[in-house]
């Protein structure tokens, strides 16, 4: 552990929470109203749901460089159809069932980050958007990713 790591645990825990507040606080009518009409075209529940995947999946995609000698992603990684592939993964859960699920997993994520050395933090692997990147970059963009989406959320509800 170091202070790099202490910070930026702290800020995954914030940022974190500031999302799922803001989600907690969407009325579950507004849930299923289209958020993109390109591309994704996912409702609001469905990039909420995209936070939850793309979480577990950092945060395994952080663990295999660290712990695995990784070199993260592959080149040929199509994040796109990743993204499409596991849309409505966690349909059959209720909202609430998909907050506690973004609650474990962020929680699982800022343990992970706490613990890493400066040396970790360091070591660099493919990001399937950002491609070579370190650790902490990677870890840092999940707080960043989760902003973007909460933005887009904040426009299409007014």
């Not at 000698?69 to 159809?81: C, E, L, M, R, S």
């Not at 997993?105 to 343990?111: K, S």
């Amino acid at each position: 552990m170091s202070d790099t790591s202490t910070q930026l645990a702290d800020k995954l825990t914030s940022e974190g929470e500031r999302t799922l507040a803001f989600f907690r606080a969407i009325p579950p009518e507004k849930w299923d109203a289209q958020l993109y009409t390109d591309g994704a075209q996912w409702s609001i529940r469905q990039a909420f749901e995209h936070l939850c995947i793309s979480e577990h999946g950092m945060k395994r995609l952080c663990e295999q460089i660290v712990y695995e000698n990784g070199n993260g992603a592959a080149k040929d990684f199509d994040i796109d159809a990743y993204n499409k592939s596991k849309t409505n993964r966690f349909a059959q859960m209720s909202n609430a069932e998909l907050q506690a699920l973004y609650a474990e997993t962020r929680q699982q994520t800022t343990a992970l980050a706490r613990k890493l050395t400066d040396e970790q933090l360091a070591l660099r692997g493919n990001h399937p958007a950002m491609g070579d990147s370190s650790v902490q970059d990677i870890l840092k963009m999940l707080y960043i990713h989760n902003t973007m989406h909460v933005k887009d959320v904040k426009k299409a509800l007014g």
